[in-house]
Nanobody
Framework: QVQVVESGGGLVQAGGSLRLSCEAS????????MEWYRQVPGEQRDLVAS?????TPTYTSAVQGRFTISRDKNKVYLQMNSLKPEDTAVYYC????????????WGKGTQVTVSS
């Protein structure tokens, strides 16, 4: 059974840094793309950063230059620097099935709060 578990959220002052971690377990194969999303209450869940199985990263413009996504097989990390209050959200990790297109798995999320 596949499980996706995030960790590393917390409370930080504006300008500070946090590192989120996510591990997807339960598959003998490397997951396809792994992604970080974030969601504020009452709003849709938005893509923050994605990394392919081969390690190619992409970022939404709001975090470009401040956040860095990386991975080690089925573990993915999000280094968040120069945090802003508008980065406050629940951050979710998503792992795409190694072979089945359209099949993916979500974690339960980790809260990131940036105080001004």
């Amino acid at each position: 059974q596949v499980q996706v578990v995030e960790s590393g959220g917390g409370l930080v002052q504006a300008g500070g840094s946090l590192r989120l971690s996510c591990e997807a377990s339960g598959s003998p194969s490397t997951f396809n793309a792994m992604e970080w999303y974030r969601q504020v209450p009452g709003e849709q869940r938005d893509l923050v950063a994605s990394i392919s199985r081969g390690g190619t990263p992409t970022y939404t413009s709001a975090v470009q230059g401040r956040f860095t996504i990386s991975r080690d097989k089925n573990k993915v990390y999000l280094q968040m620097n120069s945090l802003k209050p508008e980065d406050t959200a629940v951050y979710y990790c998503k792992a795409d099935h190694p072979f089945a297109h359209g099949l993916h798995y979500w974690g339960k999320g980790t809260q990131v709060t940036v105080s001004s």
